[in-house]
């Protein structure tokens, strides 16, 4: 049995100049996740008896559970001095750490730090996901908005957290793509998923079809490509949309499949967020051999210009997103 501790420590041999900082800032996130994981598990006896979202003795609101895992998350990472920054979902901007050890450390990162949290209310799975590259402002000296908006090309390290029927931590540093299921007895991440392979294709398709009308002509055709009846080909494939991209992507990463979150006519650029969803999401995906694209490029080469940019994503198993692809293309309006 390893640990999700010892493996990184062994992994860190993979990175020649690697002098144990991103080790530590991966105990950080570790940490943090399981605190998260902890009050997650606490909910729905919190919604039974109305303490959540209700006033106080003191007449404060508690705090939902998304601001609370962003004071989690940003709390651990700072405390743990191996970040100069943080941009999250949940905050207007981005957060410089300005404290010796924080100002001259080399990393930043880029969170969500509950994704899905909608779904929290009826006892359904959601995650964490994030995103860290080196600061490209000079060490010593407040970060700024350039660090924050690279492709996603130049990240160091990426991963997601699923508070799930288990709890897993799944990460990548370029090397795989490797899981981790928590044992809740003792609070400890085990390796459970050694070099995750998602299959080049499979048969479930994951978009939320309420959205059908508003969709672009390639999207739809597609979808119905998805439900024609080709049995050589495993087709009609099985719908499953969870409505949390943390456990329809691990679903479809594990089984095969394709997660499509496209532009629709009222949002242009969809829901999902570049910087703290899709290039974290996108590099796992191309770990696992799988692909990641807004319908035309690929996300990881898109330059961002904005904190908080939305882009279409279509990401999974190879072929299934070619295959998606191919019908943007065929099918420009
Ligand atoms: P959130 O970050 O506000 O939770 O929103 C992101 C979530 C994703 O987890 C999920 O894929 C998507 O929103 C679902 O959106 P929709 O309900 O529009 O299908
Ligand atoms: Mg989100």
Not at 61 to 85: H, I, M, P, S, W
């Amino acid at each position: 049995m390893i640990t999700l501790g010892e493996y990184i420590i062994e992994k860190q041999h993979d990175f020649p100049e690697a002098s144990g900082e991103l080790t530590s800032l991966l105990g950080a996130i570790r940490l943090a996740s399981k605190i998260v994981n902890r009050e997650i598990n606490k909910a729905g006896i919190a919604d039974i008896i109305g303490a959540t979202g209700v006033e106080n003795i003191q007449g404060e609101t508690q705090q939902k559970l998304d601001l609370y895992a962003n004071d989690v998350f940003k709390a651990a990472l700072e405390a743990r001095g191996e970040v100069c920054g943080v941009a999250s979902e949940e905050e207007d901007d981005f957060v410089s750490f300005d404290s010796d050890r924080g100002i001259n450390s080399k990393y930043v990162v880029l969170m969500d730090p509950l994704d899905g949290s909608t779904n929290i209310d009826v006892n359904v799975s959601v995650g964490t996901i994030f995103s860290i590259y080196k600061r490209v402002s000079e060490v010593g000296t407040p970060v700024t908005i350039d660090d924050f908006l690279q492709p996603g090309i130049k990240q160091v390290a990426a991963g997601y957290v699923i508070y799930g029927s288990s709890t897993m931590l799944v990460y990548t540093t370029g090397n795989g793509v490797h899981g981790f299921t928590c044992d809740p007895s003792l609070g400890v991440f085990y390796l459970s998923h050694e070099n995750m392979q998602t299959p080049k294709t499979g048969n479930c398709y994951s978009i939320n079809e309420g959205n059908y009308l508003k969709f672009p002509l390639g999207v739809k055709k597609y979808i119905k490509f998805c439900q024609e009846i080709e049995p050589e080909d495993n087709r009609p494939y099985t719908s499953r949309y969870i409505g949390s991209l943390v456990a329809d992507f691990h679903r479809n990463l594990l089984k095969g499949g394709i997660f499509i979150y496209p532009s629709t006519a009222q949002a242009p650029n969809g829901k999902l967020r570049l910087l703290y969803e899709s290039n974290p999401i996108a590099f796992l995906s191309e770990q696992s051999g799988g692909r990641a694209t807004d319908g035309f490029q690929r996300i990881m080469e898109i330059n961002p210009t904005e904190l908080h940019q939305r882009v279409p994503f279509f990401c999974g198993s190879t072929e299934m997103v070619k295959d998606a692809e191919q019908m943007m293309r065929d099918n420009q309006e």
